[in-house]
């Protein structure tokens, strides 16, 4: 019988996510666990001897622990979503949205989540392809936070035609436009001047990122809904997901995004809402 596998990830820069995961590490196969990281994060932590294709969680993955920021945890739901596997993060980075445990807790977090004792969250990912002027296809890629695409030239607009359901929208002259989550819409959506989408909802958010034009709103829409974004003019733009750099689109090339087909499960206590985490984040307290 296959012995279920744990993937931990970590944040390569972190010298303490190194000492949890090996801790982690003699805990987990001291139960029998098969634990397996990517080349790079078990270089980190002086695991080599764990390095695995994330292929090998098919069918065995029970978990991934993620060691980082929410960086790292959306890198992390990037690999494990199309297996089903729950993610639990584990807080050693910056704002922390995502990772709501902390080092000390590591143990008996992971513990319970294996035991099924801790509530696991659905939230929706966003699928993005490219289809390029020639007819040729690139992706798709699936992201927890979003689909950006934007300028590449400094001191420039781009222009971005907009087709929902394939029926011409608009076209913006802005710096990117940017389809979120709701789970990303805290992110780069927020910043933008997004509206604030508790994150067990199912919804796109179309937001344009500094344009040039009266129409300036965010725009949420059905998840179900093919958001194509089309480059105008002769002007390049680049396309990242979740903060990574997949492609330039050219004159003619889109970008299309819809609901992915699986969602994210995330790993929670239980213990805060997301109107507490929003406070708590914000610094919001009564006056």
């Given at each position: 019988?296959?012995?279920p596998?744990?993937?931990?990830?970590?944040?390569?820069?972190?010298?303490?996510?190194?000492?949890?995961?090996?801790?982690?590490?003699?805990?987990?196969?001291?139960?029998?666990?098969?634990?397996?990281?990517?080349?790079?994060?078990?270089?980190?932590?002086?695991?080599?001897?764990?390095?695995?294709?994330?292929?090998?969680?098919?069918?065995?993955?029970?978990?991934?622990?993620?060691?980082?920021?929410?960086?790292?945890?959306?890198?992390?739901?990037?690999?494990?979503?199309?297996?089903?596997?729950?993610?639990?993060?584990?807080?050693?980075?910056?704002?922390?949205?995502?990772?709501?445990?902390?080092?000390?807790?590591?143990?008996?977090?992971?513990q319970?989540?294996?035991?099924?004792?801790?509530?696991?969250?659905?939230?929706?990912?966003?699928?993005?392809?490219?289809?390029?002027a020639?007819?040729?296809?690139?992706?798709?890629?699936?992201?927890?936070?979003?689909?950006?695409?934007?300028?590449?030239?400094?001191?420039?607009?781009?222009?971005?035609?907009?087709?929902?359901?394939?029926?011409?929208?608009?076209?913006?002259?802005?710096?990117?436009?940017?389809?979120?989550?709701?789970?990303?819409?805290?992110?780069?959506?927020?910043?933008?001047?997004?509206?604030?989408?508790?994150?067990?909802?199912?919804a796109?958010?179309?937001?344009?990122?500094?344009?040039?034009m009266?129409?300036?709103?965010?725009?949420?829409?059905?998840?179900?809904?093919?958001v194509?974004?089309?480059?105008?003019?002769?002007?390049?733009?680049?396309?990242?997901?979740?903060?990574?750099?997949?492609?330039v689109?050219?004159?003619?090339?889109?970008?299309?995004?819809?609901?992915?087909?699986?969602?994210?499960?995330?790993?929670?206590?239980?213990?805060?809402?997301?109107?507490?985490?929003?406070?708590?984040?914000?610094?919001?307290?009564?006056?």
């Amino acid at each position: 019988m296959t012995s279920p596998s744990v993937l931990i990830a970590l944040h390569p820069d972190r010298a303490e996510a190194a000492e949890v995961a090996l801790d982690l590490v003699t805990w987990l196969e001291g139960r029998g666990y098969r634990v397996v990281m990517d080349a790079e994060a078990a270089a980190g932590a002086d695991l080599v001897r764990l390095t695995a294709a994330d292929d090998v969680l098919e069918g065995t993955g029970a978990l991934a622990v993620c060691l980082g920021g929410d960086g790292t945890m959306l890198a992390t739901f990037e690999r494990v979503a199309r297996y089903g596997i729950p993610v639990l993060g584990i807080h050693l980075g910056n704002l922390g949205y995502l990772t709501e445990f902390e080092p000390s807790e590591t143990i008996v977090a992971v513990q319970q989540a294996l035991d099924g004792e801790l509530p696991i969250e659905e939230r929706m990912m966003v699928s993005a392809r490219i289809e390029r002027a020639d007819g040729s296809m690139e992706g798709p890629w699936d992201g927890l936070n979003e689909v950006v695409v934007e300028k590449r030239a400094q001191g420039h607009t781009v222009r971005l035609a907009v087709s929902l359901d394939d029926v011409s929208f608009a076209t913006y002259a802005a710096d990117g436009l940017i389809v979120a989550t709701p789970t990303g819409s805290t992110g780069y959506s927020m910043s933008a001047r997004g509206a604030i989408v508790d994150p067990s909802h199912r919804a796109l958010q179309l937001t344009p990122v500094a344009p040039h034009m009266l129409f300036d709103r965010s725009l949420l829409l059905q998840p179900e809904t093919s958001v194509r974004i089309a480059v105008v003019g002769d002007r390049e733009a680049n396309c990242s997901v979740d903060g990574r750099s997949v492609a330039v689109l050219q004159a003619g090339d889109s970008l299309v995004a819809t609901a992915a087909a699986t969602p994210a499960l995330l790993v929670t206590s239980g213990q805060r809402g997301f109107h507490q985490v929003l406070r708590e984040k914000f610094g919001l307290k009564d006056r």
